[in-house]
Structure formats: C-alpha cells, structure tokens
C-alpha cells in the first residue's frame, strides 16, 4: 500500500524503532491513534467491548507485522489497513454480528450487540472527520451493520474516512473497482436507512447539543424524578422508535402507547418511582443516565442509560441500554 509519499517524522521514527525493536517507542507511536482506531472498530462492530478487543488486536498485529512497514504509506494508515481486517477477521468468524430480521411488526431488526460509545473515549481532536457527530450517532452505527463486512469497511473508509479508491483497496486487497462496485451497492443500502440524514459524511459536522436537545432532556429527567406521566408523554413524538436492548425489539409507537406501556412494566410504582438522574452524552447525543432506588436502599444506584435522537424539541428515537457492570461508561454506580 503506497500513499506516494516521503516518509514523515513518525514514519522514520517507527521505523528506527522496529529496527531496535524498541519496544516503548513503538508503543508511544502507536498508542496515540488508539482512540480513532477505536472508534473505526466500533464502526465496524457496533460494539464498544468488541472495539476494544479488535484496537487491542490491531497493536499486537502491529508488532507482529513490524518488519513489514517500510514508510511508503503513514503510519496511521497502516495502523487503519490492520484494524480494519482485524474487525473483518473478527466478523467472518461470528454469526452474531448481523441483524437478525424482527418478529415484529416493525421494519427494523434486532441488534442485541449494539452497544452505546462514550464521549469521553473519542478522539480530542474536534476537526478529525472520524468524530463527526454524524458518523457516531446510533442511527448511523445502525445502518452501517445492515451492510456485510466487506461493503462496511469499503463504505467507512471511503465515505467516512475520504480514502481514495485506490487506497481503500490496497487496505482490503482487492481491486479499485470492486471497491467503486462496493461503494455503491453500500451507499443505496445507507440511503435507504438514513432516508433523512445526508450522506456526504465529509463535510464539517455539528459537534455540540443544541438548547433544545438540552432543554428536552431536562425535561426528560425532570418528569423521571417528579413521577410525571403526563410531563413524559408530552416529550415523545407520536412516531415514535423505542428500544430497550438488550431485549428484543425496536417498536414504532405513539406516545400514549409508549408510556402505557412502561407503565404496565412497573414504571413509577413500588420501586420503579425513586429516581435520580443525570443529563450525559454517549455516541455524542444527548442521554440521561438513570439512577433507582429501591425500598430499603439508601443509595441510588445506576440501572439504565436513555439515549435520545431529539426533533423539533420531540423525542423521536429513544433507544434504553442496561447500564449496569459498564464501568467504560464512565458514570458513577451511585448516587
């Protein structure tokens, strides 16, 4: 894989480093891309645990594959060609990985793995195109996962990332034009699932909640806390999606029928009705982290976290994760 390109400062660097097989030089090089390598895994796993795993994989590659940097692409770009056939690797071997159709009435599918992404783990850098917020929202991650393995990691490295073709290639080892065929075959399926969202994911891209996105989940935690059915229901759209993974089904509902429904699941009786919350971001969207407290608890303790998609001060996608034994979220287990 060529980038036509001299070698830069790093490039020589690590290279000096494989020679020596300095091991803590090589380890300062590479560990600085580990959070965009990170969220590139997550991309193609939607998983933030598997992300993790597949990050970790691509440095033990790294080392293993030392000898074989030359310098003649960067070494982020290396770093990127090994991440991406790790996550493919990790992909050919599970079948768990691709949305399983929903008994349902309802046109999405269910994916169990799904799992939310913290803010705090995502690359500093605010102009990096690999956290727009766009690229990193569930919707996003969602509709990516439709797409097999090898038309995923195309449509990510050429439409998020902006690799030229012949790059994109190189990194997955087939021709420049299976990568165009790919593309397109990816961006139709994306379409089709983003019908709203744009698609070209390269453009500068919003990075902070709005007043509104602020203002609705206030109210969110608000109405959670004061046992306020009617201030709850008010918040929701009349089309609105719910998910509660890592249960099965996303459902399209009204609003009424929403809170009907978590009402019959125990929602503000005997220990569902002690609440405290708190306004946080995963997947850089708006979420509130929920704490109960049970009779008998004097603590609050972490149960659910509620990640919202907020239109025209509506919420239009609630999707609830299990919070509990997720210390990378980086929430407090009590208050």
Partial sequence: MTDARQ??????TFIAAVRSDD????ALLTERHRRELQVHCYRML?????????????FLRAWNKRESFKGHATLRTWLYRIATN??????EKRNDRTPVPSELPDPGSEMLYLQPYPD?????DPQESVVARETIELAFIVAVQYLPPRQRAVFILRDVLGWPASKAADALEVTVASVTSALQRARVT?????????LDWRRPATHELSDDEREVVKSYIDAHERNDLDGLMSLLRDDLRFAMLPELGTVIMTAKDAVDGWVSGGLFQRGYDDWRCITTT???MPAAALYRRVPGDPEYRLFTIAVLHIVDG???ELTGFDATGKPWLGLPPIL
Avoid: H, S
């Fill in 86 to 91: 790790a996550c493919l690797d990790f992909l």
């Fill in 190 to 198: 994306v379409r089709e699932r983003l019908p709203d969202r744009r």
């Fill in 314 to 316: 509506k919420i239009a």
């Fill in 7 to 12: 070698p830069g400062a790093d490039e020589a």
């Fill in 46 to 58: 939607a998983n933030y645990e598997d992300a993790q795993d597949m990050t970790q994989e691509t």
């Fill in 120 to 124: 705090r783990m995502l690359p500093e």
């Fill in 23 to 26: 091991t803590a030089r090589f």
């Fill in 282 to 284: 995963v997947n850089r």
